[in-house]
């Protein structure tokens, strides 16, 4: 009895130390990628001519990204369709969809419908609002869950 008791603490004991070499090879593994990840450089800005300042004076142009079929995109879009247009900024509603462009008829926003530049620009999210300063470089990308989002990134962000 004494000899199986033995044998299973060696066996426990190797265990141990087999675990202990897989763990370090692990910590190795994570400790290169954290290091490879270190020397990725961010994603460039992107640019884009079609949110640049027109002629007058420059301003940062606000881009909300929209689905037609979403609603909680259309709820942001009538909360932008009442900002106050007095505001020092352009505001751009982007879809892929014609019909987006009703959710903020007789305000103030423009509307594109363009699914290629939505293509380019690579949103995997909507209602996404987008910031591009004057020269039509793209500032930030914030997804907006509720009107006091809209709202907040767009009081936040004027100055």
């Known amino acids: 009895m004494q000899t199986a008791i033995n044998s299973l603490v060696v066996f426990c004991l190797l265990g141990m130390v087999v675990l202990t ?7 190795r593994d994570v400790r290169a990628l954290q290091s490879a990840m270190a020397d990725v450089a961010p ?9 640049a300042s027109t002629g007058g004076q420059p301003a940062d142009t606000y881009v909300l990204v929209v689905s037609a079929h979403c609603k909680a995109c259309e709820g942001r879009a009538r909360a932008l369709a009442g900002v106050d247009a007095a ?4 505001t751009v509603l982007l879809s892929a969809d014609a019909t987006a462009s009703a959710w903020v008829a007789g305000s103030p926003v423009e509307t594109v419908i363009d699914p290629f530049l939505l293509g380019e620009l690579g949103v995997d999210v909507t209602p996404l609002l987008l910031r591009y300063d004057a020269d039509g470089n793209e500032q930030f990308r914030r997804p907006v869950g509720s009107d006091d989002d809209l709202h907040r990134l767009l009081a936040t962000s004027a100055g």
């Not at 070499?21 to 910590?27: D, F, K, P, T």
């Open 21 to 27: 070499v897989v763990l370090a090879a692990l910590l």
């Open 43 to 51: 994603a460039p800005r992107r640019q884009v001519a079609a949110f």
């Open 87 to 90: 505001a020092a900024r352009r």
